[in-house]
């Protein structure tokens, strides 16, 4: 049971692809009756395309830039549960715009637990290798301590079912966030 002090009204989600950012957040939304946004839906909206033919096309800093614009705007937001794309972080403002607005959790998985969730995946541009694992292990190299300062929290995530997730996320809140000032947003966690 789920008691709850005040929450973040703004919660983003950060981590590798397959970490669960899209599916936590939006269950996590659900429950604390926030809005639900996924930067890589937000991007494609305004293209019109998917992020893996954008990216193919026009290549990666051309996607980097609207990345980034897209965040500012879904930053403006008063209320907001947000999954990050996973190269997110890769830009110093992302990180900064990212911390000031919102309550960031990494989510934190092993590459071996991505793989496993990701064998299937045909969207990420940058796993259509050879050798998926190995480009998971590089990415978990360069990112993890981007994620980490980035983050407020961090989340392992292994093999536990959704709502259990979403539980602990729950308790991680109430643990770590700053309550909202007076008369700000903020919400209570529903039973
Ligand atoms: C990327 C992750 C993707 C998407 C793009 C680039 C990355 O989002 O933004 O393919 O650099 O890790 P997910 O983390 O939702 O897969």
Known sequence: ??????????????????????????????????????????????????????????????????????????????????????????????RTLLRDHFHVIYLRASPEDLMRRLRHDIKRPLLQVADPLERLRELHGQRDALYAKTAHSVVGTGRASLSRMVATIIETLERDAVPPAPGGPGLSAKG
């Open 1 to 94: 049971m789920v008691s709850g002090g005040p929450l973040p009204a703004k919660i983003a989600f950060v981590g590798l692809p397959g970490a669960g950012k899209s599916s936590i957040g939006r269950r996590l939304a659900g429950r604390l009756g926030l809005p639900f946004g996924d930067l890589d839906e937000a991007i494609e909206a305004r293209l019109g395309c998917s992020v893996r033919e954008y990216f193919e096309r026009d290549g990666e800093p051309a996607f980097r830039d609207l990345e980034a614009r897209t965040l500012v705007q879904l930053a403006a937001s008063t209320e907001l549960v947000l999954a990050t794309g996973g190269g997110a972080v890769l830009r110093a403002d992302n």
